[in-house]
């Protein structure tokens, strides 16, 4: 289970174990924002969301979006193929790797495994297979208050 990590102005930071969100109530770097009711983890109610006492500059985050990474393409899809519709558990990409296409937000789209053998080494007009939605880089905010 995860917990949301929020600034002391209220902005999504980012999200760690129910473990470190108990760390972080013990050594009172954060407060109970919101909590399971009637769940308890020794004296602390158990954390869905957890606000920082101090404020932490974010000057990085509007520099650029998040790091590309293969959970974040599947979840940025909603873990459904971008061929067919169907649950994915691939990502493939648009220009393939041995063309020169790289591990990028727009380059790469979740696909189920039938999908992605079908397209193989090809770009999708090669294969004849379009496109249901078009990749994009995700912004700070879809990734953290999903």
């Not at 473990?19 to 769940?39: G, S």
């Not at 006492?53 to 790091?67: D, E, I, K, L, N």
């Not at 493939?92 to 999908?115: E, F, I, K, M, Q």
């Amino acid at each position: 289970m995860d917990v949301l990590v929020l600034n002391a102005d209220f902005g999504p930071l980012h999200r760690v174990s129910l473990r470190h969100a108990v760390r972080m109530l013990v050594r009172q770097v954060a407060e109970v924002h919101e909590a399971r009711p009637d769940r308890l983890i020794g004296v602390f109610p158990m954390p869905t969301v957890v606000r920082l006492v101090s404020y932490v500059v974010t000057r990085w985050r509007h520099s650029r979006g998040p790091a590309w990474s293969r959970r974040g393409v599947l979840e940025r899809d909603h873990r459904a193929c971008a061929y067919c519709g169907r649950a994915a558990s691939t990502v493939d990409h648009v220009l393939p790797r041995s063309r020169g296409g790289a591990n990028t937000w727009l380059n790469t789209v979740a696909a189920c495994g039938r999908c992605n053998q079908r397209k193989g080494d090809r770009t999708p007009s090669e294969a004849h297979m379009s496109l249901r939605t078009a990749p994009s880089v995700p912004t700070w905010d879809a990734v953290y208050l999903r």
